[in-house]
T-cell receptor
Framework: EAQVTQNPRYLITVTGKKLTVTCSQN?????MSWYRQDPGLGLRQIYYSMNVEVTDKGDVPEGYKVSRKEKRNFPLILESPSPNQTSLYFC?????????????FGPGTRLTVT | AQSVAQPEDQVNVAEGNPLTVKCTYS??????LFWYVQYPNRGLQFLLKYITGDNLVKGSYGFEAEFNKSQTSFHLKKPSALVSDSALYFCAVNYGNMLTFGGGTRLMVKP
């Protein structure tokens, strides 16, 4: 089944404790992206990657890091989480060839930072 | 910079009635517009997109959207709402390599 998977689905952590949220897709998509969803603000793009070893900042990159060493994986790293990073996080992927494509979203990771 | 506005936080409609969820956008150049739906505890699912061509775009689950360049709008519509359509709907504009979302509109369909 074609899908985007994220782990963990739920995470409660404390301020300053480094964490990584994994994202993997099995559709051979070049483009991958991370979003955070907050009430009333919709989804805001954190980082995106056009292909392996190519990453760029989105609208809200502060406090986050990403890497794209393999085409299928795009982990999101919070080196020193803070309470304002409590949010619902989504990973997404899409092909890049041709006209703009719809993105395929993972199930989400709910992060709470205390 | 591009932006998307969804002016209604919530839309209430009776089952069987037509529904409209509004979206306006601001972008330089040609807009590439999308609608996504989010059911409780799920990720977003693609409904439809406008890239070019016919201003009326048909998508999944009987939804359609009308692109209006002069009004910079891309309203989502369905002729007859179902209770199962109740969900959170997001409009988005693709510009360059980024996707910008509106704040979302919760659709409540009452039996």
């Amino acid at each position: 089944e074609a899908q985007v998977t994220q782990n963990p689905r739920y995470l409660i952590t404390v301020t300053g404790k480094k964490l990584t949220v994994t994202c993997s897709q099995n559709m051979n998509h070049e483009y991958m992206s991370w979003y955070r969803q907050d009430p009333g603000l919709g989804l805001r793009q954190i980082y995106y990657s056009m292909n392996v070893e190519v990453t760029d900042k989105g609208d809200v990159p502060e406090g986050y890091k990403v890497s794209r060493k393999e085409k299928r994986n795009f982990p999101l790293i919070l080196e020193s989480p803070s309470p304002n990073q409590t949010s619902l996080y989504f990973c997404a992927s899409s092909p890049t060839s041709g006209s703009p494509h719809e993105q395929y979203f993972g199930p989400g990771t709910r992060l709470t930072v205390t | 910079a591009q932006s998307v506005a969804q002016p209604e936080d919530q839309v209430n409609v009776a089952e069987g009635n037509p529904l409209t969820v509004k979206c306006t956008y601001s972008v330089s150049g040609n807009p590439y517009l999308f609608w996504y739906v989010q059911y409780p505890n799920r990720g977003l699912q693609f409904l439809l997109k406008y890239i070019t061509g016919d201003n009326l775009v048909k998508g999944s689950y009987g939804f359609e959207a009308e692109f209006n360049k002069s009004q910079t709008s891309f309203h989502l519509k369905k002729p007859s709402a179902l209770v199962s359509d109740s969900a959170l709907y997001f409009c988005a504009v693709n510009y360059g390599n980024m996707l910008t979302f509106g704040g979302g509109t919760r659709l409540m369909v009452k039996p």
